[in-house]
């Protein structure tokens, strides 16, 4: 089965950079800050660390959930999270909000697959409460986006949007 929109929509996501690039049919569209794990990068499922590699985008959880909503287990728990500004504030959770993408690796041993597989790791790009700490590794292990930034991205990709996550 063909995927033509997998060349029409693209995420780069540079860990040493802290940034997310969204491309278009090649082209540059935006850049996001982003959050990813504060113990830095690995693939063993547990390390609580980002992932690397092409990862597809498999399943999308959020659709019109009001911004800053919390999910637990992908549903929404109907509270709204207090969106933390501060890059000193911290919250007491690690919470999943507004929007979730969850991913699935492509590359057998290294993000797909074993202890390794980012899928069954619940690897997702998702809002934050912690938006203060944008542009740091802040995570478990998952991409973090500011919570308009999620809302925005979310509907532009679809199921299969490639995203490739590097550090360079």
Same mark, same amino acid.
Not at 4 to 33: A, F, G, T, W
Not at 43 to 70: R, V, W
């Given at each position: 089965?063909?995927?033509p929109?997998?060349?029409?929509?693209?995420?780069?996501?540079?860990?040493? +950079?802290?940034?997310?690039?969204?491309?278009? $049919?090649?082209?540059?569209?935006?850049?996001?800050?982003?959050?990813?794990?504060?113990?830095?990068?690995?693939? +063993?499922?547990?390390?609580? !660390? /980002?992932?690397?590699?092409?990862?597809?985008? &498999?399943?999308?959880?959020?659709?019109? @959930?009001?911004?800053? /909503?919390?999910?637990k287990?992908?549903?929404? /728990?109907?509270?709204? @999270?207090?969106?933390?500004?501060?890059?000193?504030?911290?919250?007491?959770? $690690?919470?999943?909000?507004?929007? =979730?993408?969850?991913?699935?690796?492509?590359?057998?041993?290294?993000?797909?697959?074993?202890?390794?597989?980012?899928? !069954?790791?619940?690897?997702? &790009?998702?809002?934050?409460?912690?938006?203060?700490?944008?542009? /740091?590794?802040?995570?478990?292990?998952?991409?973090?986006? @500011?919570? +308009?930034?999620i809302?925005?991205?979310?509907?532009?990709?679809? =199921?299969?949007?490639?995203?490739?996550?590097?550090?360079?």
């Amino acid at each position: 089965m063909a995927y033509p929109h997998l060349c029409n929509h693209l995420l780069l996501i540079n860990i040493q +950079q802290q940034r997310l690039y969204q491309l278009q $049919d090649l082209q540059l569209k935006s850049e996001y800050r982003i959050s990813s794990a504060s113990l830095g990068i690995g693939q +063993q499922s547990g390390s609580h !660390q /980002t992932p690397l590699g092409a990862h597809l985008i &498999l399943e999308k959880f959020g659709d019109g @959930a009001p911004l800053g /909503t919390i999910f637990k287990g992908r549903q929404s /728990t109907g509270k709204v @999270a207090t969106i933390l500004t501060d890059k000193h504030a911290r919250s007491d959770q $690690d919470n999943i909000t507004s929007r =979730i993408l969850r991913l699935s690796g492509l590359e057998a041993g290294l993000n797909q697959g074993g202890n390794v597989d980012s899928y !069954q790791r619940y690897i997702y &790009l998702h809002g934050t409460d912690e938006e203060g700490l944008l542009g /740091t590794p802040a995570s478990h292990g998952c991409i973090r986006l @500011a919570n +308009q930034a999620i809302i925005d991205l979310y509907p532009q990709l679809p =199921i299969k949007t490639l995203v490739y996550i590097y550090a360079c």
